[in-house]
């Protein structure tokens, strides 16, 4: 943050920072860097700084995984949670709650996505795959136990949980 504007930086070996101004929650793989921006979410090239997709409106959260991006959209009180093919542009809601439920910043790695969904101080943790459509719940479903922000890698999952004061 600089005179109270966030920027996205991208640190590369031997390399100057490339930043990116008032931009804030990036993802990056490989050359691909996707963030939000007072437009929405921007997919660029970060070395170039080329644009190659721009998602318009109220997005947040956004994760980068290969050709794929998965964000969330509000629409009204409703969140859903948006995995876009940027190659054939096609979009599909993996998850979709109501007022009062935070949908969580999702984490995308291949073809397997994974989010929380809180209310309160209780919330879980999903895991998809993006080929079967099989949801599977991973952490949660105690009264007062906040489990959230899941990161994967392609073996393993972890997220943190929160009961009281204690994560």
Same mark, same amino acid.
């Given at each position: 943050q600089a005179n109270g504007v966030t920027n996205v930086v991208v $640190?590369?070996?031997?390399?100057p920072p490339v930043v990116f101004p008032a931009a804030r929650t990036p993802s990056i793989h490989?050359?691909? $860097?996707?963030?939000?921006?007072?437009?929405? =979410? &921007? !997919? !660029?090239?970060?070395?170039?700084g080329v644009e190659e997709y721009r998602e318009p409106g109220p997005v947040d959260k956004p994760s980068l995984s290969g050709p794929r991006l998965a964000y969330v959209r509000r629409v009204?009180?409703?969140?859903?949670?948006?995995?876009? %093919?940027?190659? %054939? #542009? &096609? *979009?599909?809601?993996?998850?979709?709650?109501g007022a009062g439920v935070d949908l969580g910043r999702p984490s995308l790695v291949g073809r397997v996505i994974a989010w929380h969904e809180s209310r309160? *101080?209780?919330? !879980?943790?999903f895991v998809r795959s993006l080929d079967t459509g099989r949801?599977?719940? =991973?952490?949660?479903?105690? #009264?007062?136990v906040l489990n959230m922000n899941p990161v994967m890698t392609t073996r393993h999952i972890a997220w943190t949980q929160r009961v009281g004061e204690r994560a």
């Open positions: $640190l590369a070996k031997d390399a490989g050359r691909r $860097l996707a963030y939000v921006d007072a437009a929405g =979410i &921007r !997919v !660029v090239d970060w070395r170039s009204g009180s409703t969140r859903r949670l948006i995995v876009r %093919n940027l190659t %054939n #542009r &096609r *979009p599909r809601v993996v998850a979709s709650v309160g *101080p209780s919330g !879980v943790v949801t599977r719940l =991973i952490a949660g479903g105690r #009264r007062s």
